[in-house]
């Protein structure tokens, strides 16, 4: 998943998503759009460049509604998909609270490349938990796909975490697991990544600079990137 509040879209983190619609316009009946735009010098998602590590131009729109309910679409330039050049997302989910400081979230995510060769389009179910311990915010997800970028099933799991630092700025880290599995289920593949990074908000601006590193094992990569990003 690309899409985050109050994190940047080029991050790659989960945080927020159920909760992406609460600075928008309202279109009565409980609905509330709101929309997303960013320029990021690298589409880094859970540690490998997207982008071939140029920069990329995205943007999204997202509908929710009062009772939790949301969906939208998220695009992205790329590179590396099989000529591809274009990433278009499709999501849905359902975001509620468990608790005062305990709230879930699940859904579906489908990620497109509609110019590509081959058939990279993927498909993940996800569900989360999230927290706040004052002003430290959290979350929790799993991610599963039975077909994960033309590859074999695979199960991610990651965390996310924010906190202010002081006068608009905050701070940001994610760490994430992914697992491929084999036709009996068995791990086949696995590698980690990484991300720490820190940001400055301005109304609905969003300036950030973060690093990440990944490693499946055989080969590690690492990337620093800067992102502006603004909603809507």
């Known amino acids: 998943?690309?899409?985050?509040?109050?994190?940047?879209?080029?991050?790659?983190?989960?945080?927020?998503?159920?909760?992406?619609?609460?600075?928008?316009?309202?279109?009565?009946?409980?609905?509330?759009?709101?929309?997303?735009?960013?320029?990021?010098?690298?589409?880094?998602?859970?540690?490998?460049?997207?982008?071939?590590?140029?920069?990329?131009?995205?943007?999204?729109?997202?509908?929710?509604?009062?009772?939790?309910?949301?969906?939208?679409?998220?695009?992205?330039?790329?590179?590396?998909?099989?000529?591809?050049?274009?990433?278009?997302?499709?999501?849905?989910?359902?975001?509620?609270?468990?608790?005062?400081t305990i709230w879930a979230d699940v859904g579906i995510y489908y990620y497109g490349y509609p110019d590509a060769?081959?058939?990279?389009?993927?498909?993940?179910?996800?569900?989360?938990?999230?927290?706040?311990?004052?002003?430290?915010?959290?979350?929790f997800y799993i991610h599963f796909s039975d077909d994960y970028f033309d590859e074999n099933e695979s199960v991610y799991l990651e965390t996310n975490w924010t906190m202010p630092i002081a006068h608009g700025f905050y701070g940001m880290a994610h760490l994430g697991y992914l697992n491929l599995l084999d036709a009996d289920d068995e791990v086949e593949d696995d590698a980690y990544d990484i991300l720490i990074g820190a940001g400055y908000e301005y109304g609905s601006l969003d300036l950030s600079l973060a690093f990440t590193y990944a490693d499946d094992g055989d080969d590690d990569e690492d990337y620093l990137f800067f992102t502006i990003a603004r909603d809507f």
């Open 1 to 100: 998943m690309k899409r985050s509040l109050p994190l940047l879209t080029a991050s790659g983190i989960f945080l927020g998503l159920s909760q992406s619609a609460s600075a928008g316009e309202e279109l009565g009946a409980g609905l509330t759009l709101s929309s997303n735009v960013a320029i990021t010098s690298n589409y880094v998602f859970r540690g490998a460049t997207e982008s071939d590590e140029e920069p990329s131009v995205q943007g999204g729109f997202d509908f929710a509604h009062e009772s939790g309910a949301y969906l939208g679409t998220w695009a992205a330039s790329v590179a590396g998909y099989g000529g591809g050049e274009v990433e278009l997302d499709y999501f849905a989910g359902y975001g509620f609270d468990v608790t005062d």
């Open 117 to 139: 060769d081959g058939d990279p389009d993927t498909i993940e179910l996800y569900a989360g938990l999230g927290t706040a311990f004052g002003d430290i915010e959290g979350d």
